[in-house]
Structures are given as C-alpha cells and as structure tokens.
C-alpha cells in the first residue's frame, strides 16, 4: 500500500496537468495549465525528496517527468530557416507603465535597425518623449489628436503606414488595424492588440472578447497577406493558443515574466505571451528568426524581436 501511494504521489501532479488541460473553460485553470515551470519545479522537489530516502526508481521516474515538463518551457531563440532572402526585422515590447527607465528604452530603439516597433503600455507623457525617435521612424500612430494612445498602444516605422484606424471589441477594447508598406517588401494588413492579463474572470472573459473581436476582424476583412502583434496575455502551451489562427505561422519565444532587474532570468521559469502571427499565401514569406532580448530594462517582459523574410 505505501508503494502504491509514493507512485500516486508521483503521478498526482501529472494527472491533474493533463486533467486541467482539456478543461480550460475557468480562467484559474487555464492559469494554471499555462505556466509548466510550475509542474516542472514540483517533480525537482520531488526527486529531491524522494532521493534523501534513496528511493532511486521513483526518483529517476520523477526526473524524466520534470524532463518532459522543462521541454514545455519556452526558449529565448528560435531560428526557424537560415535562408531568409529581403528581410525586415519587427520588434515589440510591452514598456511595463511603472518603467522607470524609459531614457534607456529611448536610446535603445534610437541605436536599433527595427523597421517596425510594436509598443503596448505607453502612457502619454512617455508617448511624447517617443516622438523624438521621428527622425528614425517618421512614421508613427499613436498620440495624434483624436487618436490618443489605444489601449496604451503605438507603432513606430521606417516606412509607410497608411490606413490606419481603430476598431473596438463590443466592450470597448482597442484594436489598431492598417497597411504597412515595408521597403524590402510587398505591403501587410497590420493588426495589433493589448488584451488584459487574465487575473480575475471578468479580465478572463475580456481577454478572450478582444481575441474574438480580431478573428471576427479577419474573417470580415480577409487578407493573404497579414500579420497580427500583441502582448496578448494568452501562454503559448494553453489550448486556447493552439486552436488561434490556424491559417497563420507563429513562432512562440519566452517574454515574462522578466523577473530580476540586474541579471538574465531564466526562460524555464518564463511563459510565452508576447506573440506575432504571420500569413502569407500569395507572397511565400515566412517568420526566418525570433528572439527575446534582455535588453533594454526597467520592464516585466523581454523586447522580442522578428525576423521575417522569404
């Protein structure tokens, strides 16, 4: 009977992985599901208990479930091709409103080769000191009258951004759509949004609205060629992710939570959030590279950056 109970114990906290994954219908468990780095600590402790009584069968068994869980976790880089013919590089960050380094962002994006920067969480007074990167992206929405800061959000590009306009879900979320004209290629439908993190069931429920909304978006408004970015709060190991745009090509990397201020958090300890979906029927470009940068700070997630290309 003891034996039967420490292979139980063993097991419990794998059953209860599988069991909530296929049933994400409460914002806590789909929460829950969404970080492995969890699970994967819990088998650590538990081969760590169980080697202090050198039951070495359940420790090894153990060891291979936190195995299985930390191939869960998200990586920092992804290099999808090595080929990647007339490139253009796009950046997004969420500047994390309580960021007290924002000089350093500044100077960041000034000394960048971004063609286009994504930003979520910009305040006014620091939409305005971003305007001073017009000499670098003179083209730019987000802070011109009338127009203000949509759900915290701006776009800054070395090219043409035309038809730019803002559509909102049914309860008033923010969600910028138009056509960027990148100088190395054919133009893209331009979609960005900031859905809310899923802290609450009323946040939950709105998240999922916004992402709706934007599918609701492309199926009235179809485009070949698209790309969709956000920080959209929804982890890349959640079901909910894998049924997202099906047409589209993704490539998940590690983006929060940055926690520490001075040293490189680990990516198993991280969940993939900040996304760029991609799809390309007529023109065969693809997502060649993508990567999360330590670089600049003073934020809780990682500026992740896209190379894209044919």
């Given at each position: 009977m003891q034996r039967l109970l420490l292979w139980f114990i063993v097991c419990l906290p794998t059953i209860i992985w599988?069991?909530?994954?296929?049933?994400?219908?409460?914002?806590?468990?789909?929460?829950?599901?969404?970080?492995?780095?969890?699970?994967?600590?819990?088998?650590?402790?538990i081969a760590l208990t169980f080697s202090v009584w050198k039951k070495w069968t359940l420790v090894i068994t153990s060891v291979l479930f936190s195995v299985a869980y930390w191939l869960l976790t998200p990586v920092t880089s992804k290099l999808v091709s090595s080929e990647c013919a007339n490139s253009v590089m796009v950046a997004q960050f969420n500047m994390f409103y309580e960021n007290e380094d924002i000089n350093q962002t500044l100077s960041y994006l000034h000394?960048?080769?971004?063609?286009?920067?994504?930003?979520?969480?910009?305040?006014?007074?620091?939409?305005?000191?971003?305007?001073?990167?017009?000499?670098?992206?003179?083209?730019?929405?987000?802070?011109?009258?009338?127009?203000?800061?949509?759900?915290g959000q701006m776009i800054l590009s070395r090219s043409e951004l035309?038809?730019?306009?803002?559509?909102?879900?049914?309860?008033?979320?923010?969600?910028?759509?138009?056509?960027?004209?990148?100088?190395?290629?054919?133009?893209?439908v331009l979609i960005t949004a900031h859905p809310p993190s899923p802290r609450s069931k009323a946040l939950w429920h709105r998240r999922n609205t916004l992402i709706h909304t934007i599918e609701t978006l492309i199926e009235q408004y179809p485009s070949?060629?698209?790309?969709?970015?956000?920080?959209?709060?929804?982890?890349?190991?959640?079901?909910?992710?894998?049924?997202?745009?099906?047409?589209?090509?993704?490539?998940?990397?590690?983006?929060?939570?940055?926690?520490?201020?001075?040293?490189?958090?680990?990516?198993?300890?991280?969940?993939?959030?900040?996304?760029?979906?991609?799809?390309?029927?007529?023109?065969?470009?693809?997502?060649?590279?993508?990567?999360?940068?330590?670089?600049?700070?003073?934020?809780?997630?990682?500026?992740?950056?896209?190379?894209?290309?044919?």
């Open positions: 599988i069991g909530l994954t296929f049933y994400e219908v409460t914002w806590w468990v789909e929460n829950i599901v969404a970080y492995p780095s969890l699970f994967l600590l819990t088998y650590c402790l000394n960048s080769t971004f063609d286009l920067v994504v930003l979520q969480e910009v305040s006014p007074p620091v939409g305005e000191k971003l305007k001073v990167l017009s000499d670098i992206y003179p083209y730019q929405y987000g802070g011109q009258e009338g127009v203000g800061f949509p759900s035309r038809n730019m306009s803002v559509f909102y879900s049914p309860d008033q979320q923010a969600i910028i759509r138009g056509v960027w004209h990148p100088t190395k290629q054919q133009a893209f070949d060629e698209t790309i969709i970015i956000g920080d959209f709060n929804l982890s890349s190991v959640s079901l909910r992710f894998a049924n997202l745009f099906p047409s589209f090509q993704t490539t998940p990397v590690a983006s929060w939570p940055n926690w520490a201020e001075r040293i490189t958090t680990p990516p198993q300890s991280m969940i993939a959030i900040d996304h760029l979906w991609l799809k390309s029927a007529e023109q065969g470009r693809r997502i060649c590279r993508r990567w999360s940068s330590d670089e600049p700070r003073g934020s809780d997630h990682k500026l992740v950056a896209t190379v894209l290309g044919y």
